[in-house]
Antibody, heavy 118, light 108 residues
Framework: QVQLQESGPGLVKPSETLSLTCTVSGGSIGTYYWSWIRQPPGKGLEWIGYIYYSGSTNYSPSLKSRVTISLDTSKNQFSLKLSSVTAADTAMYYC????????????WGQGTLVTVSS | DIQMTQSPSSLSASVGDRVTITCRASQSIANSLNWYKQKLGKAPRLLIYAASSLQSGVPSRFSGSGSGTDFTLTISSLQPEDFATYYCQQTYSSLGITFGQGTRLEIK
C-alpha cells in the first residue's frame, strides 16, 4: 500500500520561502508523476504542479514564477519550494501520486498546514 | 485557463436518496474529468477518473458520465458516509489542472 507523508515547517514568515518534502513509502517513486495541491482554510483545492520521475515538471501558471518541485529518487522523496510567500499562501498542502493517463491523484498524503505570518 | 463550475454549491439529501452533481467546463475537455470526495479534515479521495471509470475500491453506487463540457456524478443510494464535499477536476489543458469550487452534500 502506497503511503505519502508531508513534512516541513508549519509557520513561515512573509517574503520567505516555504519548503515541504513528501516521503513516499510502500512503492517506488519511479514511473509516476508526483503532485502538490493546496487548500486554503475553508476553501477549495488548487493544483500547484507536478514532477515526473524523469525530473520534468509542469506548474500552475498562476504560481509558476514562485514554484520549484524537485525529486530525490534515492530517498523516495519529492519536494516543494514556494518563494516570496504572503498570507494568501496559508493553506493545507497535500502531496499526491499522479497517474499519467488522466492526471488523476490516486494516493494522497494526510496534508500539512502551513501558516504564513510574522 | 479552463474554468470548472459545479452545481449546486450545496445540497441537502437523505440516506437512500439518489443524488446528482453537475460539473461544467468553460470549453470542451473531452473526457479529461475526475471526481473526488473530501470529508472534513481529511485528504480528498479519488472516486471517478476519465469521466466514467470507477476507481478501484470505490463503491458501485458512485457513477460518472459526460463528455465535452457537461459532466455528472451520481450517487444511486446515499449512505451516511457519503455526506462530504465533492470536487470535479479537469486535466485536459496543458496550461494546468483546475478544480471545481466544490459541492457540499449535507444530511437533510
Amino acid at each position: 500500500q502506497v503511503q505519502l507523508q508531508e513534512s516541513g515547517p508549519g509557520l513561515v514568515k512573509p517574503s520567505e520561502t516555504l519548503s515541504l518534502t513528501c516521503t513516499v513509502s510502500g512503492g517506488s517513486i519511479g514511473t509516476y508523476y508526483w503532485s502538490w495541491i493546496r487548500q486554503p482554510p475553508g476553501k477549495g483545492l488548487e493544483w500547484i504542479g507536478y514532477i515526473y520521475y524523469s525530473g520534468s515538471t509542469n506548474y500552475s501558471p498562476s504560481l509558476k514564477s514562485r514554484v520549484t518541485i524537485s525529486l530525490d529518487t534515492s530517498k523516495n522523496q519529492f519536494s516543494l519550494k514556494l518563494s516570496s510567500v504572503t498570507a494568501a499562501d496559508t493553506a493545507m498542502y497535500y502531496c499526491a501520486r499522479t497517474i499519467s493517463g488522466y492526471c488523476q491523484f490516486d494516493y494522497w498524503g494526510q496534508g500539512t498546514l502551513v501558516t504564513v505570518s510574522s | 485557463d479552463i474554468q470548472m463550475t459545479q452545481s449546486p454549491s450545496s445540497l441537502s439529501a437523505s440516506v437512500g436518496d439518489r443524488v446528482t452533481i453537475t460539473c461544467r467546463a468553460s470549453q470542451s475537455i473531452a473526457n479529461s474529468l475526475n471526481w473526488y470526495k473530501q470529508k472534513l479534515g481529511k485528504a480528498p479521495r479519488l472516486l471517478i477518473y476519465a469521466a466514467s471509470s470507477l476507481q478501484s475500491g470505490v463503491p458501485s453506487r458512485f457513477s460518472g458520465s459526460g463528455s465535452g463540457t457537461d459532466f455528472t456524478l451520481t450517487i444511486s443510494s446515499l449512505q451516511p458516509e457519503d455526506f462530504a464535499t465533492y470536487y470535479c477536476q479537469q486535466t485536459y489543458s496543458s496550461l494546468g489542472i483546475t478544480f471545481g469550487q466544490g459541492t457540499r452534500l449535507e444530511i437533510k
